[in-house]
């Protein structure tokens, strides 16, 4: 099944998230594939996170296609103009990748090619746009194409903000919507609370999210990630339990787990990701029943 014939079906979703390698080496990345297979109902393939060099998102993609997992392509916006943007596109889809993911990108100064420039020559509502105009038959600048693209195209919502911040979220969720976005994936989110507090703000849309679960490898990471990852929101118990817990890897395991258990019922499905640590994804998936 097609991951767009998943998000139109009833059914709880497991998305997890796998890092292209750095090299050509890419026996990691099939092993983990593997670990996920009947488990995972598609796999994002992040381009090139933290503005770290990859190999990148449509080549890892094409590769775990043709193993038969069904992959969503992540193209972001720092990287590449219109141009390229636009090129690739056509790319993924004659290469029969039909599921993508839309981003901003991270920080050039936060990865490992510190002297790159970003591009950003289209912002997210402007990717969005231009690729609801290339599924009509049209580039971004109105030349027809010889061939249209189809694909199921997704986003991202910062679904941990709050107050007001969170209002001006939910606006620009509802444009990204309407320029096509077909699901949505948040930041890390543990707070249950939060996340149904926003499912409610959001029903109205009628449009799949999928909120993150990383798993948490240490009690720094999570710290880390509250401080200085904008919209992740991590409970002070969740911290503390990791904290005293003996076997920090096994607990990391067991509260990602209940956490994606927790889930069901509130949302569509769950986006999981384990950074640094994709071989725990089976893992984790082994004790949710997945």
Excluded at 250 to 263: D, T
Aim: hydrophobic share 45%; proline share 3%; net charge negative.
């Amino acid at each position: 099944m097609s991951f767009k014939d998943s998000l139109a079906s009833d059914g709880f979703l497991v998305i997890a998230e796998l890092e292209p390698p750095k090299g050509t080496d890419t026996s990691g990345l099939v092993s983990n594939a593997d670990n996920l297979r009947g488990r995972a109902h598609a796999v994002v393939v992040p381009e090139m996170n933290g503005a770290i060099m990859r190999m990148g998102s449509i080549g890892a993609s094409c590769l775990l296609k043709q193993k038969g997992i069904e992959p969503i392509v992540n193209l972001n916006c720092r990287d590449r103009n219109r141009l390229a943007l636009q090129a690739d596109l056509l790319n993924a889809s004659a290469l029969g990748l039909e599921n993508m993911l839309i981003s901003a990108g991270d920080e050039i100064t936060s990865g490992d090619h510190i002297d790159a420039k970003s591009v950003n020559d289209l912002d997210v509502l402007g990717l969005l746009e231009g690729i609801k105009k290339m599924q009509k038959g049209i580039d971004i600048s109105g030349n027809e194409l010889n061939g249209a693209p189809r694909f199921c195209v997704g986003s991202e919502v910062n679904a941990g903000l709050q107050g007001g911040a969170l209002e001006v979220e939910i606006v620009d969720m509802e444009k990204k919507i309407r320029a096509g976005a077909d699901f949505f994936f948040t930041p890390t989110l543990y707070d249950l609370d939060a996340i149904e507090t926003f499912m409610n703000k959001v029903s109205q849309f009628k449009v799949p999210v999928f909120p993150q679960v990383t798993i948490l490898k240490s009690v720094g990471m999570a710290r880390f990630m509250c401080r200085h990852v904008d919209g992740v929101l991590i409970p002070d118990e969740v911290i503390e339990r990791l904290a005293k817990a003996p076997d920090k890897a096994k607990e990391s395991i067991a509260i990602a787990a209940e956490q994606i258990n927790n889930l069901k019922g509130l949302c569509r499905g769950v986006l999981l990701v384990a950074i640094g640590a994709q071989e725990r994804l089976g893992e984790v998936l082994e004790q949710t029943g997945s």
